[in-house]
């Protein structure tokens, strides 16, 4: 399979971005998908996740209530909302696909595409 990530760009501390993760090759359905963020001079970290078989979730606790991920599986694409955004969320974001349901090392995902750089102003 292979990801494409989009939907980034600069925005206000307050607002809100539409991420997407674009998948080809495999149907999405079939897949637990990861979003990841990597700041400058940090480690890519786990942001969010969604399950294949049930559509569970699971979040970082940095963004939980701010942050949604969802999947439409007719457009194989996972969509991570974003709201209430802050400073600290800037960062380059990247989704991949892993075996593993809901699970948070980036050493569990793979087929990871180009990220999406997601710029919060103060």
């Known amino acids: 399979v292979q990801l494409q990530a989009s939907g980034g760009g600069l925005v206000q501390a307050g607002g809100s971005l539409i991420l997407s993760c674009a998948a080809s090759g495999r149907p999405l359905s079939s897949l637990n998908v990861g979003w990841f963020r990597q700041a400058p001079g940090k480690e890519r970290e786990f942001v969010a996740a969604?399950?294949?078989?049930?559509?569970?979730?699971r979040y970082a606790d940095s963004v939980k209530g701010r942050f949604t991920v969802s999947r439409n599986n007719a457009e194989n694409t996972v969509y991570l909302q974003m709201n209430s955004l802050k400073p600290e969320d800037t960062a380059v974001y990247y989704c991949a696909v892993s075996r593993r349901q809901l699970v948070t090392s980036l050493y569990e995902y793979g087929s990871w595409g180009q990220g999406t750089k997601v710029t919060v102003s103060s």
């Open positions: 969604i399950g294949w078989s049930s559509g569970s979730t």
